[in-house]
Nanobody, 124 residues
Framework: QVQLVESGGGLVQAGGSLRLSCAAS????????MGWFRQAPGKEREFVAG????????YYADSVKGRFAISRDKDKNTVSLQMNSLKPEDTAVYYC?????????????????WGQGTQVTVSS
């Protein structure tokens, strides 16, 4: 059974940085896409970034390109999201997700497993 556990959220001022981590267990992830999504109050959950476990290829939403960086550590089975130059509009609950097919998808329905989420709040 796949388990995803996020950590690293918190409160930060605009322009600051945070690093989120997702500890993944219960499966070999060699054929997986790992993704980060976020959901702000009153809005739908949206794709933020994704990484193909096998070769580390990365994908980003336009809204975070150049500010966020996703990475994975194969030895520790973790996926991280480094968030720099944070803006108030980045405020949301951030979720780690796993897709058991090695092709990127940005729709939430394409992901099989989800973490519980971690709150990120950016103050102006």
């Amino acid at each position: 059974q796949v388990q995803l556990v996020e950590s690293g959220g918190g409160l930060v001022q605009a322009g600051g940085s945070l690093r989120l981590s997702c500890a993944a267990s219960g499966r070999t992830f060699s054929r997986y896409i790992m993704g980060w999504f976020r959901q702000a109050p009153g809005k739908e959950r949206e794709f933020v970034a994704g990484i193909r476990w096998s070769d580390g290829r990365t994908y980003y939403a336009d809204s975070v390109k150049g500010r966020f960086a996703i990475s994975r550590d194969k030895d520790k089975n973790t996926v991280s999201l480094q968030m720099n130059s944070l803006k108030p509009e980045d405020t949301a609950v951030y979720y780690c997700a796993a897709r058991g097919f090695p092709v990127l998808a940005v729709d939430t329905a394409a992901y099989d497993h989800w973490g519980q989420g971690t709150q990120v709040t950016v103050s102006s």
